[in-house]
């Protein structure tokens, strides 16, 4: 079993910039894909952001496509999400999730659990 612990978070400005951490333990995390999803108050969660288990693919949202930036660590185990140009629509709750595949990743139809998440709050 994998465990995650998302880290970051907090409150800026529209236009400012964050960068979120997960960190992950529990399993070899170099052969999974990693993904950044959220869920902002009053709406389901939607998917960020995905990279495979090399790094060398990477998806988003349309909503964040040239804001935000997804990279991993393998070294570190610990995949990372830089937002940028943040607006007060990217406020939610982000989490971070792992599966074997890339593909179902954005999907979220295989992923049974959650962590606590990082809070991120856009103010205008």
């Known amino acids: 079993q994998v465990q995650l612990v998302e880290s970051g978070g907090g409150l800026v400005q529209a236009g400012g910039s964050l960068r979120l951490s997960c960190a992950a333990s529990?399993?070899?995390?170099?052969?999974?894909?990693m993904g950044w999803f959220r869920q902002a108050p009053g709406k389901e969660r939607e998917f960020v952001a995905a990279i495979n288990w090399g790094g060398s693919r990477t998806r988003y949202a349309n909503s964040v496509k040239g804001r935000f930036t997804i990279s991993k660590d393998n070294a570190k185990n610990t995949v990372y999400l830089q937002m940028n140009s943040l607006k007060p629509e990217d406020t939610a709750v982000y989490y971070c999730?792992?599966?074997?595949?890339?593909?179902?990743?954005?999907?979220?139809?295989?992923?049974?659990?959650w962590g606590q998440g990082t809070r991120v709050t856009v103010s205008s």
């Open positions: 529990g399993r070899t995390f170099s052969n999974y894909a």
């Open positions: 999730n792992t599966d074997t595949s890339y593909d179902q990743l954005a999907t979220m139809r295989r992923i049974t659990s």
